[in-house]
């Protein structure tokens, strides 16, 4: 059974949520939901590099805060609720200097105020760059 709020989500309007944002502007894209997951990918190039030609570590936070935050906004009624980060960390287990990188968010708690994400950053041989949890808050909209 899927987790989304709305059964209907296409890529096209996930893709269209970042137009004139920072995801935009360093390429993320949404690839794939799944019943209990959202993909998104971000090219590793000189948009995403630190200066040593290394996938940025901010660049996979920003990733991870990204699908994370959209999850939630997907599994909520947002004409009551609204989400907003609370807390990310993330483990930089390997490096990467080009290629695509995907990030897979799933939930590890959904509850009315908190929800709580697991996202594994991974190239394209599958090995892993980045584990990250970010915890989201579920406010009540006003008026």
Not at 18 to 25: A, F, S, W
Not at 56 to 64: N, Q
Not at 92 to 106: F, L, M, Q, W, Y
Not at 117 to 141: G, H, P, Y
């Amino acid at each position: 059974m899927a987790i989304w709020f709305s059964k209907e989500i296409t890529l096209e309007e996930l893709n269209n949520l970042g137009k004139n944002t920072m995801g935009e502007h360093i390429g993320i894209r949404f690839s794939e939901v799944g019943e209990d997951y959202l993909k998104a990918t971000m090219p590793v190039d000189h948009r995403t590099h630190q200066p040593y030609g290394l996938l940025h570590g901010g660049a996979s936070v920003a990733l991870a805060e990204t699908v994370g935050s959209v999850a939630s906004a997907l599994v909520i009624d947002q004409s009551k609720f609204m989400c907003v980060g609370l807390e990310i960390n993330a483990n930089h287990i390997r490096s990467a200097r080009n290629g695509i990188v995907e990030a897979t968010c799933k939930p590890i708690h959904m509850g009315g105020t908190t929800h709580v994400w697991d996202i594994q950053i991974r190239n394209e041989q599958q090995s892993l760059i980045c584990v990250s949890r970010l915890t989201v808050a579920i406010l009540k909209r006003k008026g």
